[in-house]
Nanobody
Framework: VQLQASGGGLVQAGGSLRLSCVAS????????MGWYRQAPGKQREMVGL???????VYGDSVKGRFTISSDNAKNTVYLQMNRLKPEDTAVYYC?????????WGQGTLVTVSS
């Protein structure tokens, strides 16, 4: 699965951004779509996952602030990020898990200024 992420940018603390991830195939065929992030000097961490059954799971650091949604007709998954904090600064990657294989998009940089 090829993935194209977009929507990153510079935002002030407390602000919002919405990331998009377009897949090259129907996302209803994909077991899990996910968002991960990697800050400088840190390991990649899971932000949130969306199953093709509609269930979601979020990382503890973003619960209540970030929301994953999808538009199946557009093969697109979104990450709505609200009440952003400087510690949310990272490169955000979308992923697709299908039949034991995980594909990654190219990443989009989110910078939150204090």
């Amino acid at each position: 699965v090829q993935l194209q992420a977009s929507g990153g940018g510079l935002v002030q603390a407390g602000g919002s951004l919405r990331l998009s991830c377009v897949a090259s195939r129907s996302i209803t065929d994909i077991n899990f779509m996910g968002w991960y992030r990697q800050a400088p000097g840190k390991q990649r961490e899971m932000v949130g996952l969306l199953s093709n059954m509609g269930s979601t799971v979020y990382g503890d650091s973003v619960k209540g602030r970030f929301t994953i949604s999808s538009d199946n007709a557009k093969n697109t998954v979104y990450l709505q990020m609200n009440r952003l904090k400087p510690e949310d600064t990272a490169v955000y990657y979308c992923s697709a898990y299908l039949r034991g294989n995980t594909d990654w998009g190219q990443g989009t940089l989110v910078t939150v200024s204090s």
